[in-house]
């Protein structure tokens, strides 16, 4: 099954995350299908950016979203 999560790219105490699809087999930081967009929990009023249209096309042809990108992209 293929979903849309996060894979934490950002150094130690330093969180930075990458919003990616992928297939649910796999490891958090493993092989993805394609990034969509990024979220920095660290930056001054929390930066979140993300293709919306690509994000669209992923949730029509039926994949999941995480609980915490489900939270991120509702905003």
Request: charged fraction near 30%.
């Amino acid at each position: 099954m293929t979903v849309v999560r996060l894979t934490r790219i950002g150094r130690k105490k330093r969180p930075f995350y990458r919003i990616v699809v992928t297939d649910s087999r796999k490891r958090r930081d493993g092989g993805f299908i394609e990034t969509i967009g990024f979220y920095n929990p660290m930056s001054e009023g929390v930066d979140v950016k993300f293709d919306a249209e690509r994000l669209a096309y992923w949730k029509s042809v039926g994949a999941k979203l995480s609980q915490r990108v489900a939270q991120i992209t509702s905003k």
